[in-house]
């Protein structure tokens, strides 16, 4: 292989896998900002929360890969029923302030907590045995746990884009979506309907944050330190959509992995200039809701 | 005004010399909380361990330890932390310094104050040169790095490329091995930076790049700690061994209180180094012993953990010699004709000259055996200079 392809194919693999994990992170927090008008600034805690409870599950109690990633799931899920319950709810339809000031407040306390409970440290990350080294395809290896996860990105991408296309369920978000009045008067329980997508969208961030645990850390200050990633991702990619968080993502990590690999000088540069320049063409992103 | 501010800490210091002329207050400005609390705590042990075991040799003087906490590389706080210490705390000299910036940051309050500053881990190579009141008892990436350059050369290595943290000691390690792999025939292909603390980046894309880059040996630095292990992974996961990559490097990419992260990942790993707690010293056996003894065993103690327990050793002797009674200059006097034969990292010195550490710095590389990682010295390349150079006392 001639040495830009070989560049081309590091940049294009490298950045597939982080866009994944951007993907898996950010998905549920482009629905429920579709969906609720509230902007989570806190969406990461649960990414924070899963991968937090995946590498305990792992590390101290010898629980095998796959059902510790469950198990975070779980756990985020757990944390975020009663937060929609208790802080969100009150949030529906306010103020846009308010809501930036409450889900920060969130983010700081959760970095508190989990600097109290883990320590500052980032945590240990071990891949299984059966995803550690690397693959080998069309004669070029690629690390193994890596090619997981993109597997994994679209595998759930799939689920979802059919979910919400065929199923009730699915039906019920995107009339919500699009006009929650109006999807109200017909019968569907928003209410309801808010606190599953909720807990949907924060499992989906638990997912991404254990599988993604190597490529973007487990720390107590990662809620915080992804943020803007996340929110570039949404906005990109427009609210309330799966597609679009997907293709964001996408081009995200792979303009971001690009940039690194062929002008490390410029850190995050482009991508904070691809961004301006997407919103400025397309002020609701690549996908949004007109 | 201006002239009135900056004498009144020296003043001040004068002063409270004086009047507690038994007592001894030491700062000490090092990393206790953030992501890279982890140096600090290695540091802490060899320090608070060399004070709790010797407090009682100095014959009645008490040492008062000041501690404070710069949160990481961050010179602003390291340099705030250093004027209170002096202006408020009225402490007669100040040690710690994990980090490089934090340590050149205080540079100004050294001179100003007049107050011996004591590094037991910051590296970078010109920070002693910045205050006539500071030295170190660490080492620099120099030091270790240049050598590495010219072992690697003479092991028949033709293309390196070298990948290091973006900060002052990563830079300067990287340049100290490009140059002597150079001089000595080699050719540097190429060269990365990973971003600096406090990001933990994701290692695996740069080192894609490296890999794609074919050479025969990759020279890497990372600050110790956690990073060196995610490294080790990568470069394990990327499989260097099968694309026929040789990484080496100095002793940051094996600390010992890692080693049970690291496990097989690291095995074969050469680095340059001036500390391993594996190593058969009789210096360093003690230490160890008295370490263990301590701590427990489920942290080894590394390079800082060495550095910090020679760092108190030095104040100490100082202490001892000039029975707690000592200006800033009289402290450094004492301090740049220090020797010590028998040290965890073996016979070291300061040089008078320019008052950089002068020590031994070994090859090692790591084995395993029974299960666990040791680091064994191979070969001994004698005494360096703060340049890498073999060190010709004068």
């Known amino acids: 292989m001639s040495d830009s392809l070989v560049a081309a194919v590091s940049i294009l693999f490298f950045g597939v896998a982080y866009g994944m994990v951007l993907y898996l992170v950010s998905v549920g927090l482009s629905v429920t900002m579709g969906l609720m008008g509230v902007v989570n600034l806190a969406h990461g805690v649960f990414a924070t929360a899963g991968g937090y409870v995946a590498t305990a599950l792992m590390m101290s109690f010898g629980v095998p890969f796959l059902p510790a990633v469950v198990g975070g799931m779980i756990g985020a899920v757990i944390l975020s029923i009663p937060l929609e319950w208790l802080l969100y709810r009150r949030l529906y339809g306010g103020d846009e302030l308010d809501q930036v000031l409450l889900t920060i407040g969130l983010v700081f306390m959760s970095v508190a907590v989990c600097k109290f409970f883990w320590g500052p440290l980032a945590q240990p990350f071990q891949p299984p045995q059966w995803l550690s080294g690397s693959i080998t395809v069309a004669g070029r290896q690629f690390p193994a746990f890596r090619s997981f996860v993109i597997l994994a990105g679209a595998v759930v991408f799939a689920v979802l884009w059919l979910g919400l296309e065929r199923t009730r369920f699915g039906a019920q978000i995107r009339a919500a979506v699009d006009n929650r009045r109006m999807a109200q008067s017909v019968g569907i329980n928003t209410s309801q309907l808010f606190t599953w997508t909720f807990a949907l969208g924060s499992a989906l961030a638990a997912l991404g944050g254990s599988l993604g645990a190597e490529i973007l850390a487990i720390e107590p200050a990662y809620a915080l330190e992804h943020l803007v990633y996340f929110l570039i991702v949404v906005s990109v990619g427009g609210l309330g959509s799966i597609r679009g968080p997907f293709f964001a993502a996408l081009l995200l990590g792979v303009a971001d992995t690009g940039f690194k690999y062929l002008l490390p000088d410029f850190g995050a540069f482009f991508i904070y200039a691809i961004t301006l320049v997407v919103l400025l063409v397309r002020p609701r992103g690549l996908f949004g809701l007109a | ?394």
């Not at chain 2, 705590?41 to 330890?65: S, T």
């Not at chain 2, 040690?95 to 490089?100: M, R």
């Not at chain 2, 910036?101 to 590296?123: D, E, H, I, R, Y």
């Not at chain 2, 790049?209 to 040996?217: E, L, N, Q, R």
């Open chain 2, 1 to 394: 005004m201006h002239k009135l501010l900056v004498s009144a800490p020296a003043l001040l210091i004068a002063f409270g010399t004086a009047a507690s002329a038994q007592t001894v207050k030491i700062g000490v400005i090092n990393t206790l909380s953030g992501p890279d609390v982890q140096q600090g705590e290695m540091l802490e042990r060899g320090l608070e361990l060399y004070d709790k075991l010797h407090a009682k040799d100095l014959g009645g003087v008490k040492v008062e330890l000041v501690k404070r906490d710069d949160t990481g590389l961050n010179p602003d706080t390291a340099k705030r932390l250093a004027q209170e210490l002096v202006t408020r705390d009225h402490v007669n000299l100040i040690t710690g310094f994990v980090w490089s910036p934090n340590f050149m940051a205080v540079a100004p309050v050294a001179t100003q104050g007049k107050v011996p500053m004591v590094s037991l881990n910051a590296a970078a190579l010109p920070a002693v040169g910045m205050s006539p009141f500071m030295v170190r008892t660490s080492f620099t990436l120099t030091q270790q790095a240049y050598p590495l350059g010219k072992w690697a050369a003479k092991q028949g290595y033709k293309k390196a490329y070298t990948a290091a943290t973006d900060y002052a000691p990563g830079n300067e390690g990287a340049a100290a091995f490009t140059k002597s792999f150079t001089e000595a025939g080699g050719q540097v292909i190429g060269s990365v930076k990973f971003p600096a603390p406090p990001q933990t980046p994701d290692f695996a894309p740069f080192l894609q790049k490296v890999k794609d880059a074919k050479p025969d040996v990759l020279y890497v630095f990372v600050p110790a700690g956690a990073q060196a292990t995610s490294v080790l992974r990568a470069v394990h996961d990327l499989d260097f061994k099968g694309a026929g990559i040789t990484v080496i490097s100095t002793e940051d990419l094996d600390p010992d209180e890692e080693f049970p992260n690291i496990g097989s990942l690291g095995v074969g790993l050469v680095t340059s180094g001036v500390y391993d707690s594996d190593a058969t010293r009789p210096g360093n056996k003690e230490f160890v012993a008295d370490y263990y003894k301590q701590y427990g065993t489920k942290l080894a103690p590394d390079f800082e953990t060495a550095d910090a327990w020679s760092g108190m050793k030095m104040i100490f002797d100082m202490i001892k010699a000039t029975k707690g009674k000592f200006t800033g200059e009289q402290a450094m006097d004492f301090f740049s004709h220090y020797k010590d034969s028998n040290g965890p990292k073996g016979e070291w010195l300061i040089d008078p000259s320019t008052r950089q550490i002068v020590q031994n710095v070994y090859m090692r590389r790591l084995e395993m055996r029974n299960g666990k990682l040791f680091d064994t010295e191979f070969d001994n390349l004698g005494l360096m200079d703060a340049m890498g150079q073999p060190y010709a006392a004068k």
